[in-house]
C-alpha cells in the first residue's frame, strides 16, 4: 500500500528566505509524485508532478522538488519566499489500482510567510 | 481547454435533510471522476470515484451516495444528513485509463448543524 508522510504540518518562513516543506512516501511500484496547493477556501491546484523522467522537476511559481529514490523522498523547495506562497501544500503519491488512479494525499503543511 | 465545476460553493443545513452536491467537467471526454471530503488537519479522503457512467466504487462506509448519470456529471448526494458530514467536498477528474495529474474543481463548503 501507498502512504505519504509530510513533517511539519505548519511551516514559517521569512520573505525571501528558502522553503522547504518534506515528503517522504512509500509505495510499492514505481511511484508518480505529485505536489498540489490549496489557498484558503479554493481547490487544490497542480504545482508540480514526477512521473519517472528527470528527477528534478520544476513547477510553476518557482518552485521545484527533487525526486530521490534511496530516501523515498521529494522534498518541495523555492529559493525566494513571497507572501503570495502562503497557503496550504500536499504532498501525494499515485499508482494504478484497478482501472483507475488511486492517488494518496499527505494531510498537509501550511506554509506561514512572515514579511 | 478542461474546466470543472461545482455547486453550491457554500452550504448550511440542518441535521437530518437530503444533501445533492454537482460536479461537471468540459472539454474532456470519459474522465475518471473522484469525490474527495478535507476535515480540517486530515488531509483529503477519497470518497467516491467512477470510470464511466454509472460506475461508481466506495472508498469508504458512509451517509453518502454518489451518480453518475452523464459520462461528465458526478453527483453526490445524501438522504438524511449527520453532523459529521460537515467539510469541504471537492470534486476531480483525470484522463481515463492512465497515470497522471487529478484537476480539482472549487469546492463546495458544507455545514451541517
Redesign the interface.
Known amino acids: 500500500a501507498q502512504s505519504v508522510t509530510q513533517l511539519g504540518?505548519h511551516v514559517s518562513v521569512s520573505e525571501g528566505a528558502l522553503v522547504l516543506l518534506r515528503c517522504n512516501y512509500s509505495s510499492s511500484v514505481p511511484p508518480?509524485l505529485?505536489w498540489?496547493v490549496q489557498y484558503p477556501?479554493?481547490?487544490?491546484?497542480?504545482l508540480l508532478?514526477y512521473?519517472s523522467a528527470a528527477t528534478l522537476v520544476k513547477g510553476i511559481n518557482g518552485f521545484e522538488a527533487e525526486f530521490k529514490k534511496s530516501e523515498t523522498s521529494f522534498h518541495l523547495t523555492k529559493p525566494s519566499a513571497h507572501m503570495s506562497d502562503a497557503a496550504e501544500y500536499?504532498c501525494a503519491v499515485?499508482?494504478?489500482s484497478g482501472?483507475?488512479?488511486?492517488?494518496t494525499?499527505?494531510?498537509?503543511t501550511k506554509l506561514q510567510v512572515i514579511p | 481547454s478542461q474546466t470543472i465545476h461545482q455547486w453550491p460553493a457554500t452550504l448550511v443545513q440542518p441535521v437530518g435533510s437530503p444533501l445533492s452536491l454537482e460536479c461537471t467537467v468540459e472539454g474532456t471526454s470519459n474522465p475518471n471522476l473522484y469525490w474527495y471530503r478535507q476535515a480540517a488537519g486530515r488531509g483529503l479522503q477519497l470518497l467516491f470515484y467512477s470510470v464511466g457512467i454509472g460506475q461508481i466504487s466506495s472508498e469508504v462506509p458512509q451517509n453518502l451516495s454518489a451518480s453518475r448519470p452523464q459520462d461528465r456529471q458526478f453527483i453526490l448526494s445524501s438522504k438524511k444528513l449527520l453532523l459529521s458530514d460537515s467539510g469541504f467536498y471537492l470534486c476531480a477528474w483525470s484522463v481515463s485509463g492512465g497515470i497522471d495529474t487529478q484537476y480539482f474543481g472549487p469546492g463546495t463548503r458544507l455545514t451541517v448543524l
Open positions: 504540518s508518480y505529485f498540489y477556501n479554493q481547490g487544490l491546484q497542480l508532478k512521473t500536499f499515485s499508482e494504478r482501472g483507475y488512479q488511486k492517488v494525499f499527505g494531510i498537509g
